[in-house]
């Protein structure tokens, strides 16, 4: 039988090397015997280059004696016996000398990782710009230009934020478990081959060699796949299977599992994220790092059945053929059969792009995937492939592509421009309406979502969002959140499920225990269960609650093993929080704050489950230091002043609190929450004119504002000013006509005045 090549990082790892046997993985090179022409092209393309060891056949940046100094950080790189080294600040806050091990990448950049305590390889946040010298490359540049991070921030190059094990291994490697253990926070990282080789896309090969081999076996256990014992076929999948085996390395997203192959569902290893602010715009253009899946599965070309295969060689990595050839072999006088859908027209000529043949706006992908800068210097191309909508800027500030180049020129320019070239085209609705209607606070947001969230022409990954975004609205969206769980596509009701982990499942539990059954995916599944959490056995029918068990001990344990990250520590906490189980919760949430203490999620849960459970001590020294850090965010900030401040009042000591409320006003002066709990504790403590002030001050910013106005009236009445407190009530009165509250308040001013 062929052996497994692996590599272990920190504990022994006996038991995973056992385990990656099991799952039919062979050495890499056994592929190259019959594959050797596919092996070739392979060894030059991105996922060779994926990870490999710091040597002179893969190390491009210059390490002779080489220095970098941007103001903010200083570094050295140099050669000692045959090894590339690094000079620069380590986690003890002084220049420390690190050996180089591996190499991250070639192009356009190259980044390089080096092995600290507890099986950790970080990666420097110092790179090597590979593009030629004549493009601005050949120099060692900062991935965060003049910036500077202490060694505990989470963003330093020893931090958590550039771990490799936990931020990229698992796709930059085949087959690569983790193996953390949270207790010590440490990794034993396996992997079966260090790049993203064969079998990474193909999937596990014994199968297949046995077949190659003449074993009878092989066909036996996988007729699915023929009689080549191949466990991920390329040529039998239809294209929405070859999207989803690029999908899990190619999207923003999270994962469900450690250690994931090539055969299994996407749905079962990961939930990929919505179409959230900071990572798209309203639109669903590119804003964050997110890759390309996200991007599209929105595309009508994604719908019509196009699959990443038909326009990018599986080998090279590189795309078919260059310039505007690409499109046009689909995108011609002749579309092919396959896309019957596709106009049959010249589309590379100025008839179609209104540009001069050659220039750079005639080029197709500078119209339909606008590039966006990450990294300093690698641009990447939106694979939403949409039509430019300089009408959706004008209403959502979502940007265009015709601006992108014309900037110049007004986004009313660019859209008279194309009614102008292509009258007869109609801009339909879009999605971007809605999702921005939340991003906005409109009034009718939940009314856009919910009609958007029963779109079934609209991409899923859309209707997943206004699920999401629904979820903050309370009990007012449970009717519609009910539909999402109802709905036709797994992601949506994903989103849905997980929406019911705000608040309790009420009459929905019945529909949420549905979820749980093996039909639905993995990601649907978790999610339920999240929503389930503290919900007892005894509520579930009685056949399922032995299988129910058993999900919520798999659930926890996965958890466990991926608590890696702030983020993930966080959503281990909140689950723990939800079930009931408080302690573990709460030395969860000091996990994730010990890893970035800036991650105030956490922070926020913390203080919160603290007061909860009466520990004052801990609710205060949380929220005071978070409100103190001055690397926190000032929106963070003023939030956790804010509560710090209600339990300061709670604990008796409402003179302190006065400051911390003057913190939440100063950093977030649209937080008229603070402003009004500020009036009223004021009030209180028959403090009257500053009272007062406050809250003028805070109307004076926010004149509609229902609980401002509520409190002025309060201070007045008080005061036993009626008049001043009755005049104010009729304001509130013609802002709220429909609210039975505020009319029975006039007419009590006005019966008392009387």
């Keep these: 039988m062929l052996s497994l090549c692996i590599l272990m990082l920190g504990r022994a790892a006996s038991a995973e090397v056992t385990q990656a046997?099991?799952?039919?993985?062979?050495?890499?090179?056994?592929?190259?015997?019959?594959?050797?022409?596919?092996?070739?092209?392979?060894?030059?393309?991105?996922?060779?280059?994926?990870?490999?060891?710091?040597?002179?056949?893969?190390?491009?940046?210059?390490?002779?004696?080489?220095?970098?100094?941007?103001?903010?950080?200083q570094a050295r790189f140099f050669k000692r016996d045959n090894g590339y080294w690094v000079s620069i600040e380590g986690e003890s806050g002084e220049m420390e000398e690190f050996s180089i091990a591996y190499t991250f990448g070639y192009f356009p950049l190259q980044q390089y990782l080096v092995r600290l305590s507890r099986g950790r390889l970080q990666s420097l946040t110092i790179a090597w710009d590979s593009r030629p010298s004549e493009e601005g490359g050949q120099r060692w540049f900062s991935l965060y230009p003049g910036e500077k991070f202490a060694p505990d921030d989470a963003l330093h190059w020893t931090g958590r934020y550039?771990?490799?094990?936990?931020?990229?291994?698992?796709?930059?490697?085949?087959?690569?478990?983790?193996?953390?253990?949270?207790?010590?926070?440490?990794?034993?990282?396996?992997?079966?081959?260090?790049?993203?080789?064969?079998?990474?896309?193909?999937?596990?090969g014994r199968k297949h060699v046995e077949w190659a081999q003449g074993e009878p076996s092989a066909s036996a256990d996988k007729p699915e796949?023929?009689?080549?014992?191949?466990?991920?076929?390329?040529?039998?999948?239809?294209?929405?299977?070859?999207?989803?085996?690029?999908?899990?390395?190619?999207?923003?997203?999270?994962?469900?599992?450690?250690?994931?192959?090539?055969?299994?569902?996407?749905?079962?290893?990961?939930?990929?994220?919505?179409?959230?602010?900071?990572?798209?715009?309203?639109?669903?253009?590119?804003?964050?790092?997110?890759?390309?899946?996200?991007?599209?599965?929105?595309?009508?070309?994604?719908?019509?059945?196009?699959?990443?295969?038909?326009?990018?060689?599986p080998h090279t990595t590189k795309v078919l053929a260059q310039g505007n050839t690409l499109c046009t072999r689909c995108h011609n006088e002749a579309p092919p059969p396959r896309f019957p859908q596709i106009l049959a027209m010249n589309y590379d000529s100025p008839e179609h792009h209104q540009h001069?043949?050659?220039?750079?706006?005639?080029?197709?992908?500078?119209?339909?995937?606008?590039?966006?800068?990450?990294?300093?210097?690698?641009?990447?191309?939106?694979?939403?492939?949409?039509?430019?909508?300089?009408?959706?800027?004008?209403?959502?500030?979502?940007?265009?592509?015709?601006?992108a180049c014309h900037?110049?020129?007004?986004?009313?320019?660019?859209?008279?421009?194309?009614?102008?070239?292509?009258?007869?085209?109609?801009?339909?609705?879009?999605f971007a309406s809605a999702l921005n209607a939340f991003r906005s606070g409109e009034d009718d947001a939940v009314v856009r979502l919910a009609r958007l969230i029963r779109d079934s022409t609209a991409p899923a990954i859309a209707r997943a969002t206004a699920v999401e975004?629904?979820?903050?609205?309370?009990?007012?969206?449970?009717?519609?959140?009910?539909?999402?769980?109802?709905?036709?596509?797994?992601?949506?009701?994903?989103?849905?499920?997980?929406?019911f982990a705000q608040q309790a499942a009420g009459d929905n539990l019945s529909l949420l225990i549905d979820l749980l059954s093996s039909d639905h995916p993995r990601a649907v599944r978790d999610q339920a269960l999240k929503a389930l959490a503290g919900v007892s056995l005894d509520r579930f029918p009685e056949p399922m609650r032995g299988r129910v068990a058993q999900l919520r001990a798999d659930y926890e344990k996965r958890l466990g093993e991926l608590a890696t990250?702030?983020?993930?520590?966080?959503?281990?906490?909140?689950?723990?929080?939800?079930?009931?189980?408080?302690?573990?919760?709460?030395?969860?949430?000091?996990?994730?704050?010990?890893?970035?203490?800036?991650?105030?999620?956490a922070r926020i849960n913390l203080a919160k489950l603290a007061s909860e459970r009466g520990n004052a001590e801990l609710a205060l020294a949380t929220l005071t230091t978070g409100a103190d850090m001055e690397r926190v965010p000032d929106s963070d900030r003023a939030y956790l002043a804010y509560l710090l401040a209600l339990v300061l009042v709670e604990s008796g000591q409402s003179e302190q609190a006065l400051s911390r409320f003057e913190q939440a006003t100063r950093l977030d002066p649209a937080n008229t929450r603070a402003a009004y709990n500020h009036g009223l504790v004021l009030a209180h403590m028959k403090q009257w004119p500053r009272a007062t002030e406050v809250l003028d001050q805070a109307l004076s910013r926010a004149p509609n504002d229902y609980d401002l106005l509520n409190a002025k009236v309060y201070v007045l009445h008080q005061q036993g000013l009626l008049d001043q407190a009755l005049q104010q009530a009729r304001i509130m009165q013609q802002l709220y006509p429909e609210d039975a509250r505020v009319s029975r308040l006039v007419d009590e001013l006005e019966r008392r005045l009387n």
């Design 21 to 73: 046997e099991n799952s039919g993985y062979v050495p890499a090179a056994t592929c190259n015997q019959c594959h050797q022409q596919q092996a070739d092209l392979w060894s030059h393309s991105d996922h060779a280059w994926a990870m490999k060891p710091a040597d002179e056949a893969s190390v491009l940046g210059n390490f002779d004696d080489a220095r970098f100094d941007d103001g903010a950080v």
């Design 469 to 499: 975004h629904l979820g903050s609205f309370g009990y007012q969206a449970f009717p519609v959140l009910r539909a999402g769980l109802l709905a036709d596509e797994p992601l949506v009701q994903a989103y849905a499920a997980g929406a």
């Design 225 to 313: 796949a023929g009689n080549k014992g191949l466990t991920v076929d390329f040529k039998g999948m239809d294209s929405n299977k070859v999207v989803e085996t690029c999908a899990y390395c190619h999207s923003r997203r999270q994962s469900l599992k450690d250690g994931q192959h090539a055969h299994e569902a996407y749905l079962d290893k990961a939930l990929p994220s919505t179409l959230g602010a900071g990572l798209y715009h309203a639109d669903g253009q590119i804003e964050g790092e997110v890759y390309v899946y996200g991007s599209f599965i929105q595309s009508a070309m994604y719908k019509a059945g196009v699959a990443c295969l038909d326009c990018h060689d």
């Design 565 to 601: 990250l702030p983020g993930s520590r966080f959503n281990f906490a909140a689950y723990l929080h939800r079930d009931g189980q408080h302690d573990k919760a709460i030395a969860q949430y000091q996990a994730a704050l010990e890893l970035d203490p800036v991650f105030s999620p």
């Design 356 to 403: 001069p043949q050659g220039s750079t706006g005639a080029q197709c992908v500078n119209c339909h995937m606008p590039e966006t800068t990450y990294m300093v210097v690698d641009p990447r191309r939106d694979h939403s492939l949409r039509i430019p909508r300089p009408d959706l800027t004008l209403t959502t500030g979502s940007p265009n592509a015709c601006n």
């Design 407 to 430: 900037d110049d020129r007004s986004a009313e320019w660019a859209s008279s421009a194309i009614e102008h070239w292509y009258p007869s085209s109609e801009r339909s609705p879009h």
């Design 162 to 204: 550039q771990n490799w094990n936990a931020m990229c291994a698992d796709c930059h490697s085949t087959f690569l478990s983790m193996n953390y253990d949270e207790a010590s926070d440490s990794f034993a990282t396996t992997w079966q081959e260090q790049s993203v080789g064969c079998q990474g896309c193909h999937g596990p």
